[in-house]
């Protein structure tokens, strides 16, 4: 596609009910990156994908969130036993190599936990 | 402890004004600094980069300086129009790793 696309654009869930976030790439980019912001914070890194190799995952906040990375293309990101603190919006970002060059963003998933 | 500072949350210019958006960091390994732009709602989106091999890059109304010695990076935006009216972040990252870091964003509103 055109730009790195995100669904859903907005979710609202439950405390304690599970999330599924998902993110498709700019076709022809090998690195995958998911950040977070909350409100009135910065962005924040939670896990990098590229190419093959095995991610970096040492931007996850806790053992409740993970992410995979199918195909070398699409990936989810996964949120379970959800938390009010984990109400942001998550963002989606890829780049051609991953070093040194410009990662462009999704428009992002809002994450509502009431 | 926080590896690139944007010290001001917020900044306002009067329309047709110059803007001026600055990004201190504390690594000189940085070598690759870029600019991102986000609207309510939306995605941040890619605005200018720079090289550490450059001190000035420019892509029409907006300039990006880049002190290495001062590890200070700054964006400058003229004429300020309203629709520049956003959240800018400065990202930086090495060469050969994947790690971007970003500011914690500055507020620019230009008024009309």
């Known amino acids: 596609g055109a730009g790195v696309s995100q669904s859903p654009s907005n979710k609202v869930t439950e405390k304690g009910k599970d999330v599924e976030l998902r993110c498709d790439p700019i076709?022809?980019?090998?690195?995958l990156y998911w950040y977070r912001q909350s409100l009135g914070q910065g962005l924040e890194f939670l896990i990098y994908?590229?190419?093959?190799?095995?991610?970096?995952k040492s931007g996850l906040p806790s053992d409740r969130f993970s992410a995979e990375r199918t195909g070398g293309s699409v990936s989810t990101l996964t949120i379970q036993r959800t938390q009010q603190e984990d109400s942001a919006v998550y963002l989606c970002?890829?780049?051609?190599?991953?070093?040194?060059?410009?990662?462009?963003f999704g428009e992002g998933s809002w994450l509502t936990v009431v | 402890d926080q590896q690139v500072k944007q010290n001001s949350p917020s900044l306002s210019v009067q329309e047709g004004r110059i803007s001026i958006l600055n990004c201190d960091y504390t690594?000189?390994?940085?070598?690759?600094f870029l600019w991102y732009k986000k609207y309510p709602a939306e995605g941040p989106t890619f605005l200018i980069s720079?090289?550490?091999?450059?001190d000035k890059n420019e892509d029409g109304r907006f300039t990006v300086f880049l002190n290495k010695s001062a590890k200070h990076l700054s964006l400058h935006i003229v004429p300020s129009q309203p629709g520049d009216s956003a959240v800018y972040f400065c990202?930086?990252?090495?060469?050969?790793?994947?790690?971007?870091?970003f500011g914690t964003g500055t507020r620019l509103k230009v008024l009309a």
């Open positions: 970002a890829s780049s051609f190599r991953g070093t040194g060059n410009t990662i462009y």
């Open positions: 076709s022809g980019h090998t690195a």
């Open positions: 994908f590229q190419g093959n190799s095995a991610p970096d």
């Open positions: 690594n000189s390994m940085f070598d690759y």
């Open positions: 720079i090289s550490s091999i450059k």
């Open positions: 990202a930086v990252t090495t060469s050969g790793t994947y790690k971007y870091i």
